[in-house]
């Protein structure tokens, strides 16, 4: 099992859907967890922190199953300018940060 | 400047080649990382310094490549005997509370 798994997409959608990705990790003493956003030949850029359960932040949501050893992130009422990939980054340990290959999503209008 | 620097923006090379890519962190920040991102990939981890030192170097390739961070601040990742593989792009990110900061990149191509 990869150190941090996502699933590659693309997601294609429709503005206004709601859609949702899952990022699996294996180091069950992982304690944090981050959404990075990266759009096209841009360097990553953090979107979300997830700490505990999960966290809310407008339209995005990003959740914690620490039983089943993932994190998902929720965006609602997609809009064109969410369109990038999402990178799932999961800590070894406090300063030693895996990124998942990333999820590429595509809103189209 | 604020943010996270990195040089040359660009470098394009021969096979055989030795490059140095250049990162200057944000003031202040202790911890600083290497990724390289090939093109449509996902970001693959190098090294990361705590201070002056790398935990962790299982990520780097292959003993061409080698990084140094002195002072705390500047990090230098060393590229020998370049290869075309090596082409891709080089990120650099330091760290405050979690958060990666990255800067721009270092698009290296070789020939």
């Known amino acids: 099992r990869k150190e941090v798994e996502q699933d590659p997409g693309p997601f294609n959608v429709p503005e206004g859907a709601t859609v949702a990705f899952n990022c699996t990790y294996s180091n069950s003493a992982s304690q944090s967890f981050f959404w990075y956003r990266q759009d096209c030949r841009k360097e990553p850029k953090l979107l979300m922190s997830v700490y505990s359960s999960g966290n809310e932040d407008g339209r995005f949501t990003a959740q914690l199953n620490r039983a089943s050893q993932y994190i998902s992130l929720l965006i609602r009422d997609s809009k064109l300018s969410d369109s990038a990939t999402y990178l799932c980054?999961?800590?070894?340990?406090?300063?030693?940060?895996?990124f998942g290959a990333g999820t590429r999503l595509t809103v189209k209008p | 400047g604020a943010g996270v620097s990195q040089s040359p923006s660009n470098k394009v090379t021969e096979k055989g080649k030795d490059v140095e890519l250049r990162c200057d962190p944000i003031s202040g920040h202790t911890a600083l990382y290497w990724y390289r991102q090939s093109l449509g990939q996902g970001l693959e981890f190098l090294i990361y310094?705590?201070?002056?030192?790398?935990?962790?170097k299982s990520g780097l390739p292959s003993d061409r490549f080698s990084a140094e961070r002195t002072g705390g601040s500047v990090s230098t990742l060393t590229i020998q005997r370049t290869q075309q593989e090596d082409s891709a792009v080089y990120l650099c990110?330091?760290?405050?509370?979690?958060?990666?900061?990255f800067g721009e990149g270092s698009r290296l191509t070789v020939l």
């Open positions: 310094f705590q201070g002056n030192s790398a935990p962790d």
């Open positions: 990110a330091s760290s405050w509370d979690g958060e990666l900061f």
């Open positions: 980054v999961v800590p070894r340990n406090n300063n030693d940060m895996r």
